[in-house]
């Protein structure tokens, strides 16, 4: 009888198998959503929508891009954590959502690391740290001094409080021994407005949303946060350059999928936006978009996500800062 009872548990194992792998044969058969936890119109937006549209014609499905901005991107990367793990609904992933924002506020309805399944890092842009041009500061050394003596009377403005942005800043005023006091804005576009119009000193940002001022001569660049020396700025050190490794970190915009998500799954995705991103009509619309595709392993990505969680988790305590912040 026990015999019997252990064939019969083999057999629907085994059928339990098959059906799981006829499922996985045949993903993707409709189209698949892609949440983007931000608002149109911005890198991650761009990314993702550049990415999804070939990643369609490679899977042979349709990739929609759906936004569900707000909550400084808590809101989209709870709707991926909570969706059902079958494929058909993917999210992006940024420092914001899975490292800063859990920092901040370690009552979020998700779980940066347990939350998600990894799939890749599509694309990394480097952030940058501006002053007005008519501040008459050339570069870091010259920032360091004013900022020594006058403590606390020089200002930076972020797109606000618990931006990837703002962790720039404080990590900085950390590496540095400065005191900064921060102006969280709305939003990059209001915080622009005010640098180039001296109501502040200066300004993290990603590169992308400033280009356009530093190439227009309004801004000046004092240093990158990137790998090496951006392409577009060849004459502006990086913070390691500088002797501040701690400020060089890139902004990042990855795929997850949620928890539970088949391996055999996750295994068809990666291959096909590693494909994808090996195009060169791909490649070089990031590039124009100021990112740099990556396309590396599931592993490395869930790395990447415990790597930079630990790290502002550190830095959030050692500021004290809060979620509330005005």
Same mark, same amino acid.
């Given at each position: 009888m026990r015999l019997?009872? @252990?064939?019969?548990?083999?057999?629907?194992? @085994? #059928?339990?198998?098959? !059906?799981?792998?006829?499922?996985?044969?045949?993903?993707?058969?409709?189209?698949i959503t892609l949440i983007v936890p931000f608002a149109p119109?911005?890198?991650?937006?761009?990314?993702?929508? =550049?990415?999804?549209?070939?990643?369609?014609?490679e899977l042979g499905q349709a990739v929609v891009v759906e936004n569900r901005g707000g909550g400084g991107g808590s809101i989209g990367a709870t709707a991926i954590?909570?969706?059902?793990?079958?494929?058909?609904?993917?999210? =992006?992933?940024?420092?914001?959502? !899975?490292?800063?924002?859990?920092?901040?506020?370690?009552?979020?309805s998700y779980d940066p690391v347990s939350g998600f399944t990894p799939v890749t890092n599509l694309a990394r842009t480097p952030n940058v740290l501006t002053v007005n041009q008519k501040a008459?500061?050339?570069?870091?050394k010259q920032l360091l001094e004013q900022l020594?003596?006058?403590?606390?009377?020089?200002?930076?403005?972020?797109?606000?409080?618990?931006?990837?942005?703002?962790? @720039?800043?404080?990590?900085?005023? #950390?590496?540095?021994?400065?005191?900064?006091?921060?102006?969280p804005y709305r939003g990059a576009g209001p915080a622009l407005n005010d640098l180039l119009g001296g109501q502040v000193d200066m300004m993290f940002?990603?590169?992308?949303?400033?280009?356009? !001022?530093?190439?227009?001569g309004k801004l000046k660049p004092l240093a990158v946060s990137w790998h090496k020396r951006v392409d577009?700025?060849?004459?502006?050190?990086?913070?390691?350059?500088?002797?501040?490794?701690?400020?060089?970190?890139?902004?990042?915009?990855?795929?997850?999928?949620?928890?539970?998500?088949?391996?055999?799954?996750?295994?068809?995705?990666?291959a096909a936006v590693v494909k994808v991103l090996a195009i060169p009509e791909v490649r070089e619309r990031l590039k124009a978009s100021g990112a740099e595709p990556v396309g590396n392993t599931p592993a490395?990505?869930?790395?990447? =996500?415990?790597?930079?969680?630990?790290?502002?988790?550190?830095? #959030?305590?050692?500021?004290?800062i809060k979620l509330n912040e005005s």
């Open positions: 019997k009872r @252990l064939a019969l548990l083999a057999a629907s194992g @085994l #059928v339990m198998a098959a !059906h799981a792998n006829a499922q996985t044969d045949t993903y993707p058969k409709k189209p119109g911005g890198t991650t937006d761009i990314v993702a929508r =550049i990415v999804a549209d070939r990643m369609g014609k954590s909570k969706a059902e793990p079958d494929g058909y609904t993917l999210g =992006i992933s940024t420092v914001s959502t !899975h490292a800063v924002n859990p920092a901040c506020n370690p009552k979020l008459g500061t050339e570069n870091v020594k003596r006058n403590p606390g009377k020089l200002t930076y403005a972020t797109s606000g409080t618990c931006t990837i942005q703002h962790m @720039l800043g404080e990590q900085f005023k #950390v590496s540095t021994g400065t005191f900064i006091l921060h102006v940002d990603n590169l992308p949303s400033s280009l356009s !001022h530093i190439n227009g577009a700025l060849p004459n502006v050190p990086t913070f390691a350059e500088l002797g501040l490794p701690q400020v060089n970190d890139p902004a990042w915009y990855g795929l997850v999928a949620p928890p539970k998500t088949p391996d055999e799954v996750i295994r068809k995705l990666h490395e990505h869930a790395a990447e =996500i415990k790597t930079e969680l630990e790290k502002m988790k550190s830095l #959030v305590k050692k500021q004290g």
